[in-house]
């Protein structure tokens, strides 16, 4: 690709979002945006590219990314006007982190394989922290990070110092145990009790998918979409037979649901 062009296709886009946050002539909407209206657009950006990722739609991506981009823009821009730093900076400062979290590329350090690769990164990132003022390995994991994802981020982060289940074995019989401290709970009728339990049950099956080499979040979109596949379905089965959903009992929707499952195969 033409560099020249390339940076030509930057500057351009941080002289439109100047021009958008332009107190006499530019766009209203975005001349009241703060850090924390901007924020979940930003969020929302990050999922439509996965998403384009998991679709295998990659004709769209480009696209997506763009918009992703365009948020770190517009977060630049704010931090620009409050004198806090500007999108250079924040270039800048990704640069500067890239370098130094991989010794073995841009310096003399030698690593064997991505095992030992995944060990120096976070050597590297607790001297960071700690460098920061940090005083926990949990300091800096997102606390808005979606919930399974944070679980996960969480028992990694623990695992570095040996804080962790030795296999898959002894996750599942945690999820068994939590799954017994559950039942419990509910007969006990406390719903805060209840929703204590189920929040661990939760984190333990996070971090079994940790152990499994699987994304959670990812898990539980697979199967929303089997769920709505299938749901469809069943709505078309019963709209097809010409009697309402309350003349269809438990039995008669199990029966359809199991067919829906069936026709997928």
């Not at 979290?101 to 394989?113: L, S, T």
């Not at 005083?135 to 570095?160: M, N, Q």
């Amino acid at each position: 690709m033409n560099k020249q062009k390339d940076g030509d296709s930057i500057e351009k886009l941080l002289k439109i979002m100047e021009r958008l946050r332009d107190p006499a002539g530019g766009c209203p909407w975005d001349r009241e945006q703060t850090f924390a209206t901007i924020a979940p657009y930003t969020i929302e950006e990050a999922y439509e590219v996965a998403d384009t990722i998991e679709r295998e739609a990659l004709g769209e991506l480009k696209s997506e990314l763009g918009d992703l981009l365009f948020q770190v823009v517009f977060h630049s821009r704010l931090a620009q006007e409050a004198g806090l730093f500007d999108f250079e900076a924040v270039a800048a400062d990704i640069c500067a982190k890239l370098e130094r979290r991989h010794p073995h590329v841009f310096g003399d350090a030698e690593v064997k394989d991505s095992t030992e690769q995944t060990r120096v990164w976070e050597d590297i990132k607790r001297q960071e922290r700690a460098a920061a003022g940090a005083v926990s390995l949990l300091d800096d994991v997102p606390a808005k990070l979606p919930g399974l994802s944070r679980a996960v981020k969480l028992g990694r982060r623990a695992a570095t110092v040996g804080f962790d289940w030795p296999d898959t074995t002894g996750v599942r019989a945690k999820v068994t145990e939590e799954i017994g401290e559950l039942d419990a709970a509910i007969a006990s009728g406390s719903e805060a009790e209840v929703a204590a339990e189920m929040g661990d049950l939760l984190f333990t099956i996070a971090n079994w998918c940790r152990h499994l080499d699987l994304d959670p979040d990812a898990c539980v979109r697979a199967a929303n979409g089997r769920f709505s596949l299938r749901f469809r379905a069943v709505e078309a089965a019963v709209a097809a037979s010409g009697r309402g959903w309350d003349m269809h009992d438990a039995a008669a929707l199990d029966a359809l649901w199991r067919w829906a499952k069936a026709a997928e195969a």
